[in-house]
Structures are given as structure tokens and as C-alpha cells.
């Protein structure tokens, strides 16, 4: 999938892969309390790795001025559900449009589980929108 911007001066183009690497480094800064997921609540610890192929732990959504991101996480147990889903969504928000000029309108963090020393399955969606 390709993100296009068209600006004064041109065209610009984006991959999927690159909102992925934005996020990969922001769950990477959480020191552990965030691990990638996929769509059906599985950890992507090699999703976690720079440059991965493997985006299946975010979808994004392009309209016209504005990007929709989802995006999938366990949590370590004892972090704080909202708490780590506040600080992803806001650094998302924050990094994409530092990164790439695109303006983001919602970055919905879906907590499919938390993890402690067993997996226990959740469904919590975490919607941020800009203000």
C-alpha cells in the first residue's frame, strides 16, 4: 500500500512500511510494557525488528488531508492499559507528522491481550483523535 501526498512541488509517496517503522521505534522506546501484535492478538516480536517486512500489527486508512491509523498491542501486565495507549497514540500522531508532513486524525491503539506470565486475551480499543 502507498500513501500519497501531492504538495506544490510535486508528488510524494509513502509505503505502509514506513508508518511501520515509525511505530516499531515508538513500541521500542516503551522499554517492554508494549509488544507489537497482529490483527488476531498474536505478539510480532519479529515485527519488532528494524527494517521488517512484516506491517501486519497496523492498518492505515488515507483520506484526502488526513491519515487513520489502527494499531495493535499486548501489554505488560501492571503498565497501565491507558497509559501506554495514550503515550503510543499521542508519539504516533506526533512522529508521523514530523517524519512526513501527513497530518493524522486518529490513531486507534487496540490492546488485544496482556501478558504477564500467562497471555490473557482482551479486546480495549484506545481511540485518540486530534484535536
Known sequence: MQITETTGLGTIRYSKQI???????????????????DTKGRMRK??????????SFI?????????????????????GIQRVATE???SARA???????????????VVTGVVSRNFKKRHIEVVSHAD
Do not use: Q, W
Not at 508508518?19 to 501484535?37: S, T, Y
Not at 492498518?59 to 503498565?79: C, N, P, Q, S, W
Not at 508532513?101 to 486507534?108: A, F, M, T
Open 19 to 37: 508508518i511501520g517503522d515509525i511505530i516499531r521505534h515508538i513500541v521500542e522506546r516503551m522499554d517492554g510494557r508494549a509488544i507489537l501484535a
Open 46 to 55: 519479529g515485527a519488532a525488528k528494524p527494517n521488517s517486512d512484516d506491517v
Open 59 to 79: 492498518e492505515v486508512k488515507r483520506d484526502r488531508d488526513a491519515m487513520d491509523i489502527t494499531l495493535y498491542i499486548v501489554v505488560k501486565f501492571g503498565a
Open 88 to 90: 503510543i497514540s499521542d
Open 95 to 109: 512522529e508521523i507528522l514530523r517524519m512526513t508532513g501527513i497530518h493524522v486524525d486518529c490513531v486507534r491503539v
